[in-house]
């Protein structure tokens, strides 16, 4: 029967596999979500016969698994498009959490003296799982604007991590070596949740995407980490899967905004820029705004028109506004297409998930490579809700904080429309020149409204 | 090193090496559904949430279990729906549904 189950993980294994494999291929992705699924049903239908139940454990069993698939539906269902990015973050941080508590679980059952091979992944499993538990709430609360996204520093504060870092490798010597100290694994998990916190807190809201990708990877190696404190194949493969997966595409993710890891995680970024913004945004320099119509007119006499979505087109939910627009244009023969900057909304793919949603076909959606040198050709460039990725200073202003990210091309345009509800700046808390630019008309308000009565102007032209 | 533990740690050498392979080549605007997927993938900690809570014996054990198993199933539940909610928004204008209406805000 042992190697039935032994069997079994080897299959679940092997789905998680295939499974990651279709994710990272767009015609394939939606089965390579079943096919991981069905991966985890297995392992877990291998595991439930081999449990040996005490009459406590099989009543928190069923009530867990209902709370816990009730909360995870509901949360999943009810989410927002635009909430995605933190409802991963959570379901991130509750995995992570998991892995923590099932660590502290078996130090418990282990008794004071762990061997270290053992103790060594339990502690392992504590302080990652931890840390990836308090750093996905922090990443959470910072998205859904539950505290403020732009990054919180004091003096010292490298330092004060680095003695509560040093604290935890102490207490894990501690744990390993002594563990005289009652309940020094709880005291370990508190350290390691103040880690997490302590962590996040620099980092800005525009670079939490990449922190939840890391944040992922360090659940999955808690999670092999546990695997090996249990003896547990699935977890082992699993865990260690995510965990290489997710540091790749934790660095795939800071590539494309053009900047190292170490620069996103202890960069804080947005900061100081935001000083440097305000003090620009004070020169008095003019912007041009454009009515409706006019604007209505140009776009419906062109030939190519370019739309750059960000963040902004998400919030206002303009998604089918946009379309629609679209749509009328092209029947007008106007040449539309959509230039997707990697990291446009708040997390990358975010653009393509949201318009995919209004029916854009594939087709029109363009990445950044792909159309940056059709911008020159475009006779309008609409930017709806984005700044900081189509902002020239990172081409030609080496001092600006974002010099060196890749950006779209949308100053060679021949005319550039902005919709943004302000003069505000973007994440990245910087002033762009771009909306001085003598080419560029600026329609304010929320892109769905402005993008209304943009359908309805050109319907009239 | 006993031969249990040269398995194991065979086993993960080998998956971070299949791990990175996998994705290698993995288009941008798959990143997200990409993350949200291997964040289901790692619910198998529920694997491990089960096998403590079914011991649990001890009212810390009770309580650790049930927690556990609470975020564990929280973790694969919600990580695998929000996925593929995802990835039903990647489908071409062959496949036009009737016109969701547009979400008040």
Redesign the interface.
């Known amino acids: 029967m042992t190697l039935v189950y032994a069997l079994a993980y080897l299959l679940?294994a092997v789905l998680?596999?295939l499974?990651?494999?279709q994710?990272?291929?767009?015609k394939t992705?939606?089965n390579?979500?079943?096919t991981?699924?069905a991966?985890?049903v297995i392992?877990?239908g291998a595991?439930?016969p081999q449990?040996?139940?005490?009459g406590?454990?099989?009543i928190?069993?069923l009530?867990?698994?209902v709370?816990?698939?009730a909360?995870?539906?509901v949360?999943?269902?009810q989410?927002?498009?635009t909430q995605?990015?933190q409802?991963?973050a959570?379901?991130?941080g509750?995995?992570g959490?998991?892995?923590a508590?099932?660590a502290?679980?078996?130090l418990?059952?282990f008794g004071p003296h762990p061997s270290l091979?053992e103790g060594l992944p339990s502690v392992f499993s504590i302080v990652i799982g931890s840390v990836s538990f308090s750093g996905s709430l922090i990443a959470f609360a910072k998205l859904q604007e539950l505290m403020t996204g732009t990054p919180i520093t004091y003096p010292g504060q490298q330092l004060v991590n680095g003695l509560i870092a040093a604290a935890i490798i102490g207490f894990v010597i501690a744990v390993l070596a002594i563990a005289s100290i009652p309940f020094s694994f709880l005291s370990l998990m508190v350290l390691a949740l103040i880690l997490g916190v302590a962590f996040v807190l620099p980092i800005g809201g525009a670079d939490m995407?990449v922190v939840?990708?890391l944040l992922?990877a360090f659940?999955?190696l808690?999670?092999?980490a546990?695997?090996?404190t249990?003896?547990?194949?699935?977890?082992?493969?699993?865990?260690?899967?995510?965990?290489?997966?997710?540091?790749?595409?934790t660095k795939?993710?800071s590539d494309?905004m053009g900047r190292s890891l170490g620069n996103v995680l202890f960069g804080a970024f947005g900061k100081v820029q935001t000083a440097a913004g305000a003090v620009a945004g004070k020169e008095g320099r003019t912007v041009r705004t454009g009515s409706v119509e006019d604007l209505a007119t140009l776009l419906a006499y062109s030939q190519r028109v370019i739309i750059v979505p960000g963040y902004g087109l998400a919030v206002?939910?303009a998604q089918?506004?946009v379309r629609e627009l679209a749509d009328l244009l092209e029947k007008r023969g106007v040449e539309v297409n959509y230039a997707?900057h990697?990291v446009a909304g708040r997390?990358?793919?975010?653009?393509?998930?949201?318009l995919?949603?209004a029916?854009?076909?594939?087709e029109q959606?363009k990445?950044m490579d792909e159309i940056n040198d059709e911008f020159k050709n475009a006779d309008v460039v609409l930017v709806v809700g984005a700044n900081d990725v189509v902002n020239p200073a990172a081409r030609n202003t080496p001092g600006s904080p974002i010099y060196g990210m890749p950006i779209l091309n949308v100053d060679e345009a021949k005319n550039i429309v902005f919709m943004k509800r302000s003069m505000r700046p973007g994440f990245a808390g910087i002033d762009n020149d771009l909306l001085y630019d003598p080419k560029t008309i600026m329609l304010f308000g929320d892109a769905?409204d402005s993008l209304t009565k943009l359908v309805n102007a050109v319907k009239a032209a | 090193m006993n031969s249990?533990?040269l398995n194991?740690f065979t086993?993960?050498v080998l998956?971070?090496?299949?791990?990175?392979e996998?994705?290698?080549?993995?288009?941008?605007?798959?990143?997200?559904?990409?993350?949200?997927?291997?964040?289901?993938?790692?619910?198998?900690?529920?694997?491990?949430?089960?096998?403590?809570?079914?011991?649990?014996?001890s009212p810390?054990?009770?309580i650790?279990?049930?927690?556990?198993?609470?975020?564990?199933?929280?973790?694969?539940?919600?990580?695998?729906?929000?996925?593929?909610?995802?990835?039903?928004?990647?489908?071409?204008?062959q496949t036009?549904?009737t016109?969701?209406p547009?979400?008040p805000?």
């Open positions: 679940a998680f596999i499974g990651l494999k994710l990272s291929s767009p992705a939606r390579g979500n079943f991981a699924a991966g985890m392992a877990l595991t439930v449990l040996h139940f005490t406590a454990g099989a928190i069993i009530i867990g698994v709370i816990g698939a909360v995870g539906t949360g999943a269902r989410v927002k498009m995605i990015p409802m991963v959570l379901f991130n509750a995995g959490g998991a892995a508590l099932v502290v679980a078996e418990v059952k091979t995407p939840i990708s992922n659940t999955g808690a999670v092999a546990s695997g090996f249990l003896n547990n194949f699935a977890l082992i493969v699993a865990g260690t899967l995510v965990g290489a997966s997710g540091s790749l595409l795939l993710m494309a206002a939910q089918h506004a997707i990697p997390m990358p793919g975010h653009m393509n998930v949201l995919a949603e029916n854009v076909p594939y959606l990445e769905k | 249990e533990l194991e086993f993960f998956a971070v090496f299949v791990g990175i996998v994705i290698s080549k993995v288009p941008t605007m798959l990143h997200t559904p990409l993350m949200s997927g291997t964040n289901a993938i790692h619910g198998i900690i529920l694997v491990g949430a089960l096998v403590i809570a079914a011991g649990a014996n810390v054990t009770i650790l279990g049930l927690l556990a198993v609470v975020l564990a199933t929280t973790n694969v539940v919600g990580g695998f729906v929000v996925t593929d909610r995802m990835l039903e928004m990647f489908k071409g204008r036009t549904r016109q969701e547009v979400q805000k």
